[in-house]
């Protein structure tokens, strides 16, 4: 025997031996209106279209279901006996996509974002709002911690879509570069550093104890890797704003986000040091859990941060 089901055979699938939704709503518009044109055209196919699709059916069940005359098409015994039938499979497939569409709607309707504190701080809240234009009906939840906590939060399924600085990710998260930052040396006005007339090196930051973030942080990661080891912190704070306020009052030199310092900068609250022999740049990624790329919302906003993350 040829290879292959035919149909009605016993061992055959379901689709092999069910027509299709299309070709049962056909039947369905055909036994209404009495007319195979007419159905096509209401279901935007062509009559020749139409027509194959209810040979196709036919040879599929076995029986003829229509009768095609210059006066119209009539269903035959057979066919108003598979139309009843017909009509109960579509209604059934109505009723299942309604119910696909409130369980996107139910998921639709919420977003839950977890960030390290850089972005969650300086670049969140603008791709938020832009969200907000796009979505207004999404109620978006945002948990702000260093990378590690935000990677614990995708793994526990307590987070659709993260945000993290550091050098890599965890196992069992995907990730997307959206957006680049570079680390700055800072201090305030009157710090010695301020005054130097010439670059830091990496071995004299290395070895001067700084206001760092906690371990943990993307921040910290990246210096750490980029420095080789670091010096007993002189302050360990977790959040950028409490390490930039620290650095802002006088307490000592400290390592930020660029993103982080610029109106403090501007307003000579803080001074940047030059650093030789030392790359601090760093790339800010979206993470997710391993085959379970974002949709609806989460993927929204992950385009939204393609368009308008800092380069």
């Known amino acids: 025997m040829a290879e292959g089901v035919e149909a009605g055979l016993p061992g055959a699938g379901l689709a092999h031996r069910v027509p299709d939704l299309g070709a049962l709503e056909l039947l369905l518009a055909v036994a209404r209106l009495g007319s195979l044109g007419r159905a096509a055209r209401e279901l935007g196919i062509t009559q ?11 040879r599929q069940l076995g029986v003829a279901l229509v009768d095609r005359s210059p006066r119209g098409s009539r269903l035959t015994a057979a066919g108003a006996l598979v139309t ?35 972005i969650a701080e300086y670049l969140l809240p603008g791709w938020l709002i832009a969200l907000r234009a796009q979505r207004p009906d999404t109620a978006v939840s945002l948990l702000a911690g260093n990378s590690a906590a935000v990677a614990e939060r995708l793994l ?22 959206v957006a680049r930052d570079r680390l700055i040396v800072v ?28 371990e943990g942080s993307g921040t910290r990661q990246v210096l750490d890797a980029a420095l080789g080891g ?21 307490a000592g030199p400290a390592v ?10 501007s307003a000579r609250r803080l001074v940047s040091v030059p650093v030789d022999g030392v790359r601090l740049d ?30």
């Open 256 to 265: 930020l986000s660029e993103l982080a310092v610029g109106e403090e900068l």
């Open 156 to 177: 526990a399924d307590e987070a659709d879509l993260g945000f993290v600085e550091g050098l890599s990710v965890p196992a069992g998260l995907d990730e997307a570069v």
């Open 84 to 118: 009843d039938w017909a009509r109960r499979i579509v209604e059934a497939a109505e009723a299942f996509d309604a119910g696909a569409q409130a369980l996107r709607g139910r998921r639709d309707s919420r977003l839950r974002v977890a960030a390290s504190m850089t």
């Open 187 to 214: 201090t305030a006005p009157g710090h010695p550093w301020a005054r130097r007339r010439r670059p830091l090196t990496a071995g004299e930051l290395a070895s001067t104890p700084l206001i760092l973030r906690e």
């Open 48 to 58: 020749p279209a139409a027509s194959s699709r209810v040979r196709s059916m036919e």
């Open 282 to 311: 760093r790339a800010l990624r979206a993470v997710w859990r391993t085959g379970h790329r974002p949709t609806g919302p989460g993927r929204d906003l992950l385009g939204l941060t393609r368009h308008r993350g800092q380069g």
């Open 230 to 250: 670091l010096a007993r912190p002189l302050l360990e704070l977790s959040s950028t704003t409490a390490v930039k306020a620290s650095a802002v009052s006088g």
